[in-house]
T-cell receptor, first 111, second 116 residues
Framework: SQQGEEDPQALSIQEGENATMNCSYK?????LQWYRQNSGRGLVHLIL?????REKHSGRLRVTLDTSKKSSSLLITASRAADTASYFC???????????FGKGTMLLVSP | SAVISQKPSRDICQRGTSLTIQCQVD?????MFWYRQQPGQSLTLIAT?????????ESGFVIDKFPISRPNLTFSTLTVSNMSPEDSSIYLC?????????????FGSGTQLSVL
């Protein structure tokens, strides 16, 4: 399976600022998910958006999906130092079998 | 949510040896997967662990190199065989399809493998 692309690869911001990460994918999807990984350890699921949805919110997270462009974005508002991590998008294909992960964005939030 | 225990958390191994990684889920799950994450890279799916039958391997991964077992709905092992330095990676167990969710993945904390 092919991996999607994310940009930026790395993002450095100050606490309180917003962080936006983008993701592109290649195939028709059932849903798209965002995960967070701290220090190269296990990933934690953040939010899922279905192919028939355009925007979703969860706390300080806002995700959008544009199926015509095969792209998604994750916005973290009012960032905190604890948000420092790598963020990955993952697409679940329409065959509903396996997730394909993007290359990830490394976010650094400085106090 | 499912809690996944993975061990060992890290190991340093000699070239030519094998390492078996264990993954235990605290509830029955439909699907279990093994991923590899090379340093600074994204996750690459190795295989889907099938309960009671042979695993389904992704392109580039073979059973002789990465034998996988899944004897029941809560446990799986991945063996990295005849290791070389190129096998140095983080190996991640994941699961999907528990009592409350059928789509999102839960992950173990990973096994950081270094091969000398």
């Amino acid at each position: 399976s092919q991996q999607g692309e994310e940009d930026p690869q790395a993002l450095s911001i100050q606490e309180g600022e917003n962080a936006t990460m983008n993701c592109s994918y290649k195939t028709s999807i059932n849903n798209l998910q965002w995960y967070r990984q701290n220090s190269g350890r296990g990933l934690v699921h953040l939010i899922l958006i279905r192919s028939n949805e355009r925007e979703k919110h969860s706390g300080r997270l806002r995700v959008t999906l544009d199926t015509s462009k095969k792209s998604s974005s994750l916005l973290i508002t009012a960032s905190r130092a604890a948000d420092t991590a790598s963020y990955f998008c993952a697409s679940l294909n329409s065959g509903y079998s396996t997730l394909t992960f993007g290359k990830g964005t490394m976010l650094l939030v400085s106090p | 949510s499912a809690v996944i225990s993975q061990k060992p958390s890290r190991d340093i191994c000699q070239r030519g040896t094998s390492l078996t990684i264990q993954c235990q889920v605290d509830s029955q799950v439909t699907m279990m997967f093994w991923y590899r994450q090379q340093p600074g890279q994204s996750l690459t799916l190795i295989a889907t662990a099938n309960q009671g039958s042979e695993a389904t391997y992704e392109s580039g991964f073979v059973i002789d190199k990465f034998p996988i077992s899944r004897p029941n709905l809560t446990f799986s092992t991945l063996t990295v065989s005849n290791m070389s330095p190129e096998d140095s990676s983080i190996y991640l167990c994941s699961a999907r399809g528990g009592p409350t969710t059928n789509e999102k993945l839960f992950f173990g904390s990973g096994t950081q493998l270094s091969v000398l």
